[in-house]
């Protein structure tokens, strides 16, 4: 009958409710507001729409690089779902249980430092998607999940190892001499980030007075440096100005 219908209607709402305080309990008292907003998000709305839209906002507020670093895990998570059959997931589907089955994919080609980091952008997206109210606090796959990293050694030259780097003679024009130079052209412009020296183009070096200098944004930060070039750095700049228009990529990766 109708009144059946109801009842049933009601005991899953009330079920649902008793089920939602239970989880967002776990870290305190939950608000009328916040037990509200965890029974009415949209679950079935696609994370991956959502993901590529929050990858254009990244695009525009954020610097290139960091905007291709969340792209990547997004084309991990694309290809994991492409390898189950589907090509989209919903909110509702973001469950810890996909969150372990989705790590496990990415250690296949990763190593655990990887993972984690890439992770954490997933992460950041998904707490986005619960401050537009997506998703409630009480649904996050990453709640209880743990980020681990090894720890890294990075071992420096000596500074015989620089100088015998400095003097090695090498082809011109190979690969090979192109990473030696930018590598040398890194450390004389006082530690320049690889994803910064990659994107400097020949307009970014310019003449002051009797100085020469090198000016660009920062890929990871935003930030604007100002660098002058001594004569190391200037003589490694010089080798790869024939032919070149300003707005042309100072070495020949990219």
Known sequence: SQYLLYNNRIREKYEAGITVVSELSKNGNPTIDEVINALTTNKDQSFIEYYKKQL?????????????????????????????????????????????????????????????????????????????????????????????????????????????????????????????????????THGMRIGDALFIKVGNVYTDGKQTRLEYIMQKTGTAKNVLLGEKAKAIKEGYLEGKKPYDYLFPFL
């Open 56 to 188: 254009e906002y990244a695009r525009v507020r954020l610097t290139l690089k960091t905007a291709e670093n969340y792209g990547v895990p997004l084309n991990k998570l694309i290809a994991y779902l492409e390898e189950k059959g589907k090509k989209d997931i919903t909110f509702k589907e973001l469950t810890p249980a996909w969150l372990k089955d989705f790590e496990s994919f990415m250690y296949r080609k990763n190593v655990k430092n990887t993972v984690s980091k890439q992770l954490g952008y997933v992460q950041t997206i998904i707490n986005e998607a619960i401050k537009d109210k997506l998703l409630s606090r009480a649904n996050n796959p990453f709640e209880e999940y743990d980020f681990t990293f090894d720890p890294t050694e990075r071992e420096k030259l000596t500074e015989d190892e620089f100088k015998e780097l400095e003097e090695m003679e090498l082809t011109p024009n190979f690969r090979v001499c192109h990473a030696r130079d930018i590598f040398l052209f890194m450390y004389y």
